[in-house]
């Protein structure tokens, strides 16, 4: 009778190992893909002008280069539809009006939203371009600071304002 244990944990330190090497790599990549699109959102050209609030203060706000009013066409709604699935913002926002992890877009765009400072603001154009170029400068009343930066750094979406445009056309969309 032969002692075939010998031969067996031979086996299992070589699976171990293997499991090890293969997770040390797997970990590697995703390092290397959050510092890639930590880079690229840091990377976003932005402009600063001031804005009066019904509120008598003044507050900064950013807004990336070559935004302004959106005019909703076909295409470009379509284009924001085609982003609004493909970039994963149906994971936190509704159409349907449904609580999420944002706000839903269903009658969003034009209506006024309520910040957690208390301030209420008109969701017309210049704050849903801002709100997704720079998504932890105004925080809606109810929604926590900081959940969809990190998407939006990943996508370097600060630097797409074709793009920003076309999630905007979208959300108008959306009554």
Known sequence: MTDDSHGTSDELWRWLLGGLAGGAVVLGLLVAAYAIGYHRGQNSTTETIAVTTTSRST?????????????????????????????????????????????????????????????????DDAYLQRSIADPDAQIV???????????????????????????????KSQR
Do not use: E, N, W
């Open 59 to 123: 507050t900064t706000t950013s807004k990336p280069k070559g935004l302004g009013p959106v005019h909703v066409t076909p295409a470009l709604v379509a284009r924001g539809k085609a982003l609004y699935t493909s970039d994963g913002c149906s994971a936190c926002h509704s159409l349907s009006g449904a609580a999420g992890a944002g706000p839903t877009f269903k009658g969003l765009a034009g209506g006024t939203t309520t910040l957690t400072t208390g301030q209420s603001v008109a969701a």
């Open 141 to 171: 009343k109810g929604y926590r600071q900081g959940i969809m930066t990190p998407a939006v750094a990943a996508l370097g979406l600060g630097a797409k304002p074709s793009d920003i445009r076309a999630l905007v056309a979208f959300i």
